[in-house]
């Protein structure tokens, strides 16, 4: 028997059976007045048989845009792909199909011009100091850069530094060749790093040289010039006895600021005493071989006494040029000038030498380039969890035990990149050996992208060689890019 609920009694049971009943019954929301029009209005399709309901075909929807259309994309994109292949990808192919003829561009040679850059003594020669670039610049200016990067956070004006630091990279390579070339310049009167080693060698030196004095060549002047570059006086010297030394071959001018020379003053039996000076008067006059009033004498010369072969005692000469040499052994002895009086001056380092050209050159990169490399590491400096450096030094870490151990290692991503950066910058340096090196040494300063450019248009006239080198130079940059590209996307992950 079946009983029929009515009323209030009916809409209880419903919903009774709402809360209650299986999962596979279940009854409809009431719907609104506006839900209701849009569902009557809006066409449903049965589920096909086979299917689930999340299979059921979409009909009816439309996924938003974000943007442009393909099409004005395309548009706006077209001039910057167009100027992209004229610049870089035609003249790409162009080099590769230029590399595989002669200098001529009409005989076939194929792999001849990149087998020339193995063989030849100046490409390989870019090659040496290219791998010279690749191993000291990128580790110094990184090093650098990350000294710099951590000093700052520790002085008052952090930022003022940083300028400095900074300021080379708004100078261009070429400006920047142009202030080297002066700083190299080998006359310590003009190039700094000279005048500067100078300085510090005349601090810690006292002694004087007088590059070009010599005896006079007769057979009356009292000291004679050797083979070795001293000068000695033909009779040995007895004890007690003054000698005279007169040199000539230096200007007067050189010496205008100098003491008048003295005779030397008696000397006691056990020594030996005597004057050497500028026999030279300008203008003429004077008498040879003797002191005169307006002779100047030369301070600071080296005087040794000589006997058996032997240098018994050393003694060097006054502002008048007057020495003396006191308690001296019985006997005879012979008085000489040793070659370093008459050596040329200290006058620095030939930067611009075929043995310096190379560092000197890398020197400038460095100062151009360790801002940029310190910018850069400060940038991820700041990121560093200061957290981590706190709990180190409260754990009794020392400075550099916090430096070595937490702060570099965090940092290395960005002390990667910044390396990874300078070797693609040095393995394209150009401006700088151009501009510094000078004609005569730049052959040992050349580099790849020097050789290219000399090769192809600086007189070489050989286009295939210099389409060879560039292809060679490419090949070696890519990898480096393709490195740095990887690494970006990996952190913006």
């Known amino acids: 028997m079946t009983e029929r609920l009515d009323g209030p009694q009916a809409s209880g049971g419903g919903e009774t059976s709402a809360a209650g009943a299986s999962p596979g019954r279940t009854d409809p929301p009431e719907k609104t007045p506006t839900e209701s029009t849009a569902t009557e209005s809006t066409a449903t399709e049965p589920t096909p048989a086979g299917t689930t309901p999340s299979e059921k075909p979409r009909t009816g929807r439309v996924r938003a845009r974000l943007g442009p259309s393909p099409t004005l994309a395309v548009l706006f994109l077209l001039p910057a792909l167009l100027l992209l292949g004229v ?222 072969g032997q240098v018994k005692a050393t003694t060097e000469t006054a502002a008048d040029g007057t020495f003396r040499f006191t308690g001296l052994p019985a006997g005879s002895y012979t008085v000489r000038l040793p070659q370093s009086n008459f050596a040329a001056p200290f006058n620095g380092l030939t930067w611009l030498g075929p043995t310096l ?39 009794g870490a020392t400075e550099w035990q916090v430096f070595r151990r937490i702060t570099v290692p965090l940092l290395s991503p960005v002390l990667l990149v910044v390396f990874v950066t300078m070797i693609i910058n040095v393995l394209k340096v150009f401006d700088l050996v151009f501009i510094i090196a000078p004609g005569s040494v730049q052959p040992n300063a050349n580099v790849i992208a020097l050789e290219m450019w000399r090769v192809s248009f600086g007189g070489g006239n050989n286009q295939g060689l210099g389409s060879a080198l560039a292809i060679f130079l490419l090949v070696l940059v890519v990898p480096f890019m393709i490195f740095n590209i990887r690494r970006f996307r990996r952190d913006d992950r």
Do not use: C
Not at 361 to 390: H, T
């Open 87 to 308: 610049w870089m990808v035609y003249p790409v192919i162009y080099s590769i199909f230029r590399s595989l003829y002669d200098a001529s561009g009409e005989r076939f040679v194929g792999l001849g011009n990149y087998a020339s850059i193995f063989t030849d003594s100046a490409t390989l020669t870019t090659i040496r100091n290219n791998i010279i670039w690749v191993v000291v610049a990128p580790l110094v200016v990184t090093v650098l850069g990350l000294i710099f990067a951590v000093l700052t956070e520790r002085i008052r004006w952090a930022t003022a530094f940083k300028l400095v630091l900074f300021m080379p990279m708004a100078v261009s390579l070429l400006a920047a060749g142009v202030i080297f070339r002066l700083v190299y310049e080998q006359d310590p009167d003009k190039g700094v790093a000279n005048a500067v080693l100078t300085t510090v060698h005349d601090t810690f030196s006292s002694s004087q040289g007088y590059p070009g004095a010599r005896p006079r060549d007769n057979d009356q002047a009292p000291a004679v010039a050797q083979e070795d570059g001293t000068v000695t006086l033909r009779r040995p010297a007895e004890l007690g006895q003054t000698v005279l030394i007169p040199l000539v071959g230096l200007p007067p001018d050189s010496v205008k600021d100098a003491t008048p020379a003295k005779p030397a003053a008696a000397t006691p039996g056990d020594g030996i005493g005597g004057t050497v000076w500028l026999d030279v008067v300008r203008g003429g006059g004077g008498t040879v071989n003797q002191v005169d009033a307006q002779e100047k004498g030369l301070e600071g010369v080296t005087v040794e006494a000589v006997s058996g």
């Open 357 to 395: 050209i190379t560092p000197a050159i890398i020197g400038a990169y460095i100062w151009v380039w360790a801002g940029f490399a310190m910018v850069l590491i400060a940038a991820g400096l700041s990121a560093v969890p200061r957290d981590a450096l706190e709990a180190a030094r409260i754990d």
